[in-house]
Protein backbone atom coordinates (compact mmCIF):
# COMPACT_ATOMS: atom_id res chain seq x y z
CA UNK A 1 0.00 0.00 0.00
CA UNK A 2 1.32 3.33 -0.63
CA UNK A 3 0.93 6.48 1.13
CA UNK A 4 0.36 9.59 -0.84
CA UNK A 5 0.64 13.28 0.88
CA UNK A 6 1.38 16.69 -0.12
CA UNK A 7 5.02 17.28 -0.62
CA UNK A 8 5.18 19.56 1.30
CA UNK A 9 3.17 18.06 4.36
CA UNK A 10 4.57 14.47 5.11
CA UNK A 11 1.39 12.09 6.99
CA UNK A 12 3.12 12.54 9.99
CA UNK A 13 2.79 16.45 10.71
CA UNK A 14 -1.15 15.77 9.84
CA UNK A 15 -1.98 12.90 12.02
CA UNK A 16 -2.85 14.94 14.96
CA UNK A 17 -5.05 17.40 12.85
CA UNK A 18 -6.57 14.11 11.88
CA UNK A 19 -7.05 12.62 15.20
CA UNK A 20 -8.22 16.08 16.70
CA UNK A 21 -11.13 16.90 13.58
CA UNK A 22 -12.09 12.90 14.32
CA UNK A 23 -12.68 13.64 18.05
CA UNK A 24 -15.03 16.79 17.05
CA UNK A 25 -16.87 14.92 14.32
CA UNK A 26 -17.39 11.97 17.06
CA UNK A 27 -18.78 14.34 20.15
CA UNK A 28 -15.69 13.72 21.97
CA UNK A 29 -14.16 16.26 24.02
CA UNK A 30 -10.02 15.63 23.46
CA UNK A 31 -8.36 14.99 27.10
CA UNK A 32 -6.75 18.18 28.13
CA UNK A 33 -3.45 17.86 30.04
CA UNK A 34 -3.13 18.24 33.51
CA UNK A 35 -0.83 22.30 33.67
CA UNK A 36 2.25 21.15 35.00
CA UNK A 37 2.10 22.22 39.17
CA UNK A 38 -1.41 21.52 39.36
CA UNK A 39 -3.59 17.92 40.64
CA UNK A 40 -7.22 17.33 38.86
CA UNK A 41 -10.40 16.44 40.72
CA UNK A 42 -13.01 15.30 38.59
CA UNK A 43 -16.02 15.30 40.80
CA UNK A 44 -19.37 13.27 39.97
CA UNK A 45 -22.92 14.35 41.02
CA UNK A 46 -25.36 11.86 40.21
CA UNK A 47 -28.13 15.35 40.06
CA UNK A 48 -26.00 16.34 37.09
CA UNK A 49 -25.96 19.75 38.79
CA UNK A 50 -22.60 21.63 39.03
CA UNK A 51 -23.71 25.26 39.34
CA UNK A 52 -22.06 26.78 42.35
CA UNK A 53 -20.22 23.72 43.29
CA UNK A 54 -16.45 24.99 43.78
CA UNK A 55 -13.11 23.21 45.47
CA UNK A 56 -11.31 25.10 48.46
CA UNK A 57 -7.81 23.86 48.60
CA UNK A 58 -5.46 24.04 51.69
CA UNK A 59 -2.12 23.17 53.17
CA UNK A 60 0.54 22.58 50.33
CA UNK A 61 -1.59 24.78 47.54
CA UNK A 62 -1.03 27.63 45.57
CA UNK A 63 -4.35 28.44 45.42
CA UNK A 64 -5.82 31.45 47.40
CA UNK A 65 -6.70 30.10 50.90
CA UNK A 66 -7.13 33.39 52.19
CA UNK A 67 -11.01 33.11 52.74
CA UNK A 68 -12.83 29.61 52.25
CA UNK A 69 -15.73 31.31 50.56
CA UNK A 70 -14.15 33.87 48.35
CA UNK A 71 -10.81 31.56 47.43
CA UNK A 72 -12.65 28.53 45.83
CA UNK A 73 -11.20 26.48 42.61
CA UNK A 74 -14.07 26.92 40.42
CA UNK A 75 -14.67 24.15 37.18
CA UNK A 76 -12.14 23.92 35.06
CA UNK A 77 -13.62 21.63 32.43
CA UNK A 78 -16.18 18.93 31.72
CA UNK A 79 -15.40 15.22 30.84
CA UNK A 80 -17.34 12.04 30.68
CA UNK A 81 -17.38 11.81 34.73
CA UNK A 82 -18.51 15.15 34.90
CA UNK A 83 -16.41 18.48 35.59
CA UNK A 84 -13.01 19.02 36.71
CA UNK A 85 -10.88 20.95 38.71
CA UNK A 86 -7.47 21.99 38.15
CA UNK A 87 -5.86 22.82 41.78
CA UNK A 88 -2.41 24.77 42.21
CA UNK A 89 -0.30 22.73 44.40
CA UNK A 90 3.42 23.57 45.99
CA UNK A 91 6.49 21.96 44.76
CA UNK A 92 6.94 18.75 46.78
CA UNK A 93 3.83 18.63 47.95
CA UNK A 94 2.79 15.85 50.05
CA UNK A 95 -0.47 17.13 51.61
CA UNK A 96 -3.29 19.19 49.61
CA UNK A 97 -6.40 19.59 51.85
CA UNK A 98 -9.46 19.53 49.55
CA UNK A 99 -13.42 20.26 50.31
CA UNK A 100 -15.94 20.49 47.47
CA UNK A 101 -18.68 22.50 48.67
CA UNK A 102 -21.25 25.47 46.87
CA UNK A 103 -20.14 28.43 49.05
CA UNK A 104 -23.41 30.12 46.90
CA UNK A 105 -26.14 27.72 47.85
CA UNK A 106 -29.62 28.42 49.49
CA UNK A 107 -29.42 28.29 52.93
CA UNK A 108 -25.32 29.25 52.73
CA UNK A 109 -22.63 27.39 52.19
CA UNK A 110 -23.00 23.06 51.89
CA UNK A 111 -19.95 20.62 52.04
CA UNK A 112 -20.19 17.72 49.23
CA UNK A 113 -19.12 15.78 52.40
CA UNK A 114 -18.83 16.70 56.25
CA UNK A 115 -15.29 15.34 55.93
CA UNK A 116 -12.26 16.90 54.28
CA UNK A 117 -10.65 15.00 52.34
CA UNK A 118 -6.54 14.77 51.97
CA UNK A 119 -4.57 13.71 49.37
CA UNK A 120 -0.10 12.80 48.61
CA UNK A 121 0.31 13.71 45.09
CA UNK A 122 4.14 12.77 46.02
CA UNK A 123 3.20 9.11 46.37
CA UNK A 124 -0.81 9.01 44.93
CA UNK A 125 -0.12 10.99 41.92
CA UNK A 126 -1.92 13.89 40.73
CA UNK A 127 -5.56 12.76 39.30
CA UNK A 128 -8.35 11.86 41.63
CA UNK A 129 -11.81 11.20 40.76
CA UNK A 130 -15.02 12.15 43.64
CA UNK A 131 -18.18 11.08 43.58
CA UNK A 132 -21.19 12.92 45.41
CA UNK A 133 -21.95 12.05 48.77
CA UNK A 134 -18.86 9.86 49.44
CA UNK A 135 -16.05 11.16 51.40
CA UNK A 136 -12.78 9.72 49.67
CA UNK A 137 -11.43 10.25 46.49
CA UNK A 138 -10.44 7.67 44.59
CA UNK A 139 -7.25 7.28 42.14
CA UNK A 140 -9.35 5.60 39.44
CA UNK A 141 -12.59 6.91 37.85
CA UNK A 142 -15.44 4.82 40.09
CA UNK A 143 -18.22 2.55 38.54
CA UNK A 144 -21.38 5.48 37.50
CA UNK A 145 -23.41 2.53 35.93
CA UNK A 146 -23.97 0.68 39.44
CA UNK A 147 -23.81 3.22 42.15
CA UNK A 148 -25.02 0.58 44.75
CA UNK A 149 -21.57 -1.59 44.08
CA UNK A 150 -19.04 -1.00 46.63
CA UNK A 151 -16.45 1.12 45.24
CA UNK A 152 -12.68 0.17 45.59
CA UNK A 153 -11.58 1.07 49.26
CA UNK A 154 -14.63 0.63 50.88
CA UNK A 155 -16.14 -2.39 52.62
CA UNK A 156 -19.85 -3.38 53.14
CA UNK A 157 -20.58 -4.41 56.86
CA UNK A 158 -23.78 -6.19 58.04
CA UNK A 159 -24.90 -6.19 61.39
CA UNK A 160 -27.65 -7.35 62.93
CA UNK A 161 -29.32 -7.03 66.40
CA UNK A 162 -31.71 -9.35 67.38
CA UNK A 163 -33.51 -6.49 69.70
CA UNK A 164 -33.24 -4.27 66.32
CA UNK A 165 -32.25 -1.24 68.42
CA UNK A 166 -29.15 0.00 66.39
CA UNK A 167 -30.01 3.58 68.07
CA UNK A 168 -26.63 5.03 69.30
CA UNK A 169 -24.13 2.01 67.64
CA UNK A 170 -21.88 2.79 65.27
CA UNK A 171 -18.80 1.39 63.40
CA UNK A 172 -15.21 2.02 64.38
CA UNK A 173 -12.29 1.24 62.20
CA UNK A 174 -8.73 0.77 63.41
CA UNK A 175 -5.16 0.15 62.08
CA UNK A 176 -4.68 0.61 58.25
CA UNK A 177 -7.84 2.36 57.34
CA UNK A 178 -8.76 5.77 56.17
CA UNK A 179 -11.33 6.82 58.80
CA UNK A 180 -10.83 5.90 62.46
CA UNK A 181 -13.68 6.78 64.79
Known amino acids: MTAYAHPNRPVAKRLPLF???????????????????????????????????????FDNTTENTGNYGSGPVQVTGTDSFGVYFDVGITAGAQEVGIIIHNPTAPGGDQKDTPNNLFVDPATQGIEYWAYSGIAKLYNKPPSL?????????????????????????????????????
Request: positive net charge; charged residues 10%; contains cysteine.
Open 19 to 57: FALMCVLAGLPASAQIPSGDIRIHYFRPDGNYSGWTVYA
Open 145 to 181: TNPTAILPGYVRVHYHRTDGNYAGWTIGCVANSVFAG
